[in-house]
């Protein structure tokens, strides 16, 4: 039994190790830049749509607050003219305004808090993006100075030179030699 588990450990770190050969590590840092991307752009188009209804719910209440502003008004007049039968509906109208705008508050403050927890988060979502970018332009400058993709004489590597190569170049160095006697 042990036995059998020590070659299935043998065979997944082996093949672990051929899926990390395959895998290109700047290939990978694209996808994870791209994918980063795509994210900062649906977080940027919640802001916006939050600073929006925030415009929305800000139009909404100083309606509400100006039609609160006329009910008052009219309340004030019926009263002056001792009529209750109008001051009534009047009243109730004030009162959906004030329930309406209250509603309006919650919901903008709501919106509010939700815009101030997601900016942040942005902020620090599109620093990590600039980081990870900028790791990526140090990988492609690395990976264009990598000296193992030169030509081993500009590189500074030492030639290979075959026994074989040493022999022929000793013939043509005694050749010349006796030429020139």
């Given at each position: 039994m042990a036995l059998i588990t020590r070659l299935s450990r043998l065979l997944r770190a082996d093949l672990h190790a051929v899926l990390d050969?395959?895998?290109?590590?700047?290939?990978?840092?694209?996808?994870?830049?791209r994918e980063m991307e795509q994210a900062l752009d649906l977080e940027r188009r919640r802001l916006r749509r939050l600073d929006r209804e925030l415009q929305r719910l800000r139009e909404r209440e100083s309606e509400q607050e100006r039609l609160l502003e006329q009910n008052g008004l009219a309340l004030d007049d019926c009263l002056a003219a001792e009529r209750e039968d109008l001051a009534r509906p009047v009243i109730r109208r004030r009162l959906e305004t004030e329930r309406r705008l209250e509603a309006l508050r919650t919901r903008r403050r709501e919106t509010e808090t939700e815009r101030a927890r997601c900016a942040p988060l942005l902020a620090e979502r599109e620093s990590r993006l600039a980081d990870l970018r900028a790791r990526a332009a140090i990988q492609d400058a690395e990976s264009e100075s990598d000296p193992t993709d030169c030509d081993p004489i500009w590189s500074g590597a030492d030639p290979l030179i075959r026994d074989a190569e040493v022999e022929v170049a000793l013939l043509q160095a005694k050749r010349r030699r006796e030429a020139q006697l």
């Open positions: 050969r395959l895998e290109a590590p700047e290939l990978v840092l694209a996808q994870a830049i």
